[in-house]
Every structure is written in C-alpha cells, then in structure tokens.
C-alpha cells in the first residue's frame, strides 16, 4: 500500500548518467551549447542594457552592452507615464481567477473522466478533445456575440468566463490521474469513502504536481495572452500590462529605453512564477504530450 | 466492479458522473460548444449587430472567392506555416538531441532555452521590432559586421516582414517543443544505442536507425501542435507588424477579427473562420493517416 501511495514518477527525469563520447566530443557539446544559449539570450541582455539607458544610447554603433551611465531613473520615471500598477493589477487578478477556476472545475471534471463509469462519457470527452484542435479564431465571434448579449463586453468577467472553462485543463488532468492505479479508488470505495471523498482526500493529494502543473501553464498563458484582452477590453482601467505596453509603444514610439524599461516590468512577474516553479510547468507540458 | 452491478447503482454512478463534470461541461459548452456549432451555422449567414439574420447559402463563401484580401491572408497564414513549422520543429529537435546527455549545468541551459517562451510576448515582440530597426538595429549591425552591405528592411520590408515575424515565433517557441522531445527521447532504451555501437553504428546511423524511429509518436504529436499553432498566429503578427506594411503580414485570424469584430460582419467572418478550421482539420487528418501508414 505503502509503494503505491507515492506520487507516480515525473515524466522528465535527469538524463542517464552513463558517460557517452569522447573527452573531444563533451568539450565540443559544451561549447556548441553555450553558445546557442548566449545566442538566444541576447535579445534578453538587450532588453535589459537598453533598460538603463539614455534614449539616445539605445541605438550606437557599435552596440553598447554596458550602458555608459546606469540610468535607474527609467524606473522610477516610468510608474508616471502610464499606470502601470492597474495595468499590473488587472493582470494579476485575470490570471489568479482563471486559474483558480481552470483548476478547481478541471481535476474536478477530470476525476468524473478517469474514474467513474458511465454511459456516453467517452464521446463526452471526445468533445472535449475535438475543441482543443478547433483554432480559437474558429468561433470567437459567435462567443463575443454571446458575450455582447450578456453586456459583458468590456468587463474582466467575459475574459474570466471565456478562459475558466478550457477543455485542456480537464485533458490535462485525466491524462495525470490515468496514472494513478485503479486499486487506490476500489480500496477507499469499499472503507467507506463517497467519490467526493476520494477525490478530495485520495486523489487530489496524489496529483499535486499534476495541480501545480496546470496552475502554472494556466497563468503564465493568461498573464501572457494578447488577444483576449485586446478584442474584449477597451477601457483604459481594464486594460491588463500587454495590452498597456503596447499602447505605449504606440503612443511613444521613440522613447527606446523607456519602452525597454517598460517590457522589462512586464516580465519580471511572471519570470519569477516561472523559476519559482519551473520544474511543475516543465512537466505538464511534458505530460500534455504522453498519449 | 461498477460493470456488474445492479441498475440501480449504475443510474447512480451516471449520476456521480455527471456531477462531477457538470461545473466544467456547463462554462464548456455555452462558451465553446455552442459557439463552435454557431460558427458553422453562421457562415451561411448574412447578419451584422443591427439586422435580423438571414439564411443566405453559400453567399458568403463566394463573395471570400471573390475577394483579395482573403486570398492574400490565406497565403500569408500559410507562409507563416511553412517557415516556422519545420524551422521550430528542427531547432527544438538540436536542442533537445544536444540536452539530452549526462552534462554539468543542465537544467541551466535548459531554462535558458525555455526562457523566450514564458515572457510576455508583447515585450518579445517590442524588443525584436527593435533589435530588426533597419539602420542602427543590431541584427543589421551584426549582418553589416560580417559583410552583407544593404541588409534587409525586416519589419519595414513588405518581402522581410514575414520573415522577421517567422524568426521571432521560431525563437519564442523552441523551447516548449524541445520540452516534448526531450520527454521523448528519455523513453528510448539506452540499451538500443549500446547495441547499435557494438554493432559498429555511427553516430548517425545511430540517430537515423534508433532517435528518429523511435520519436515517431513526439514528432506527430509536435507537427500537430505546431500546425494548429500557425494557422491561428495572431498576437505576434498584431503586435510587430499589424499586418502590415500593406497586407505583406495580415493573416486569417486578423481577418476574422477585422471583419467579424470590428466591422460586425458576423456571417463574412465566420466564413473565414470555417476555412481555417477546415485548413487545420485537414492537416491534422492527413497527418493522422501518415502515421497510421507508418506504424503498420
């Protein structure tokens, strides 16, 4: 019992460590490796550099890596153009919401997949599948005519409504309790336990890094997602940080560094989501991936 | 166990079922059910936000054969599609081949590789529009530096806009399909490699006879993911270049926007939304038949 309580084994592991190829072949591996990574870190250290910069220090040839004077300013002085903290704090309430909601009403929904049988649930979840390979654009005017009826246009509620309910948080959760051996569930049936009780004390504590998964890959895409917001929010309080950046590129398109100060602002939360829980978003999308 | 018992406790468990899905199903089906069944019916048409609907047959569709704009982003959304599905999928296949081996510092390079694809991509697209400026832009520099005397205009060019934009997704999305492969290539047995290499196998015998083969199921999964993905780019598109200069980026998802959402052209839009669903529909089936053939 014991053996099969623990969490089942994480999908990407560290590699083998059986030593392969020649002292020659590692170097150049390694070599070969950073540099690709140098490669595609630059526009970050660009990004960065140009942050701390004088306007006119943006663009200099030759590119100047380290700005000649650290101009912090930019930093302070950016909080006065645009208001950036509601646009901060939209997003952050967008994406909490609509993760909280993707998480509670997916491995809820999940649960009622994996583990219970009933008649029509396997063309229930083909449904489900089907509309994952549906592009978005398909059918986002009839939801926005849906949306226009119930006055929510222009509200955070359609973006919430329209992101809570996806089809992939359920796949992703099935494919996770698929894993978790049936014998569990048959034993905490016959001590006495409803299927509320076992998926709330047997299953959920089981796939906390299937959980944690989905939380992740579901913020990060709504913290990052343009388009919603774009075709669904026009007032300015609403607005969420990409669509208030770009708008500031609009407005103030030869302001480089304080665009650049602007975009790193932008990036910071949810960089620092994503290395807080790295190891959890790198395994959901590598699960999403097992059929 | 559930399979032999009595009526009763069957109705039962259909009951519990159907519990347990009803919060999701009920949010899935009024907002992507629905409108997915009303896209189709709307294509066949004619209404705007002031008018009744009015049944129109094939009035839409005729009227986008008729039309070049349609034509236009019809093939601009599949160049997109040629240059960055092949591109992401062979980078994503080099870094994952090059990670997958006992390295010090892995998971660093690892997270630096997958960086590009959690940032906003607004910021992506704003520091790529920038890094491409055509004059003092350090792409240019760069090229200029290794000999290239009138580097390209990138996103001011009507024939170097796409490009740009197709080099920025193949950048920001590598990461997350190295990720799939390398779960892929951790599931081969280390033992088919030891085997090949007594039998005199090369390094890339090695990788035609045993990676490639083996990551069959990856790649189809990949190709999928990167199909459905392209045909529906929108963010990066809107954000660099606005479909511009002239139509030289408008894709078929700012298409529908433009006409559906901001013109109110309900039916014309949906039109154009049934050609893309159809597009990838079709993708997808014919991929799924090649793999079938190649499994048997």
Known sequence: MTTLLETPPAVVTTPPAKPRGGTAGKILGYALLIALSLLVMIPFA??????????????????????????????????????????????????????????????????GFAKVRFPGR?????AYIA???????????????????LGLVDTHLSLILLQAFGAFGVFLMRQYYLTIPDELSEAARLDGLSEYGIWARVILPLSKPALASLALLTF???????????????????????????????????EYAMIMTGSVISVVPILTVFLLGQRYFVQGIATSGLK | ??????????????????SFILPNFLGFAALTLVPVVAALALSFMEWDSYSTPEWVGLANFTRMWNNS???????????????????????????????????RGVGLFRTALFFPYVTSLVAVAVVWNMLFSPDLGPVNQFLRGIGVDNPPGWTTSSDWAMPAVILTSVWRDMGYYMVLYLAGLQTIPQELYEAAKVDGAGRWARFRHITLPSLRPTTFFVVIMLTISSFKVFDLVQVMTEGGPGRSTLVLSQLIFREGITQGRFGYSSAISMVLFVIVLLVTLIQFRLQQRSER
């Open chain 2, 1 to 18: 166990m559930t399979r032999t018992a009595a009526p009763k406790t069957r109705r039962r468990t259909t009951l519990i079922g159907w």
């Open chain 2, 69 to 103: 704009t349609f034509w236009v982003a019809l093939w601009n959304t599949c160049y997109y599609a040629i240059g960055h599905i092949p591109l992401t999928l062979v980078a994503a296949l080099g870094f994952a081949m090059l990670l997958n081996r006992p390295l």
């Open chain 1, 220 to 254: 990060v895409n709504t913290w990052n997602d343009y388009m919603g917001p774009f075709i669904y929010l026009t007032s300015n309080d609403l607005w969420t940080v990409q669509i208030g950046l770009r708008a500031f590129v609009g407005l103030y398109d030869a």
């Open chain 1, 131 to 149: 509309t994952i390979a549906v592009p978005w654009q398909a059918y986002m005017v009839p939801q926005y005519i849906i949306m226009q009826k």
């Open chain 1, 46 to 111: 660009w990004m960065v550099s140009s942050s701390l910069k004088q306007n006119n220090e943006v663009f200099t040839v030759p590119i100047q890596w380290i700005p000649a004077e650290f101009r912090v300013e930019n930093f302070a002085e950016i909080w006065d153009r645009i208001p950036l903290w509601t646009y901060l704090g939209n997003s952050m309430l967008l994406s909490v919401s609509v993760t909280v909601m993707q998480v509670l009403t997916g491995s809820f929904a999940a649960y």
């Open chain 1, 122 to 126: 396997d063309a229930l979840f083909l």
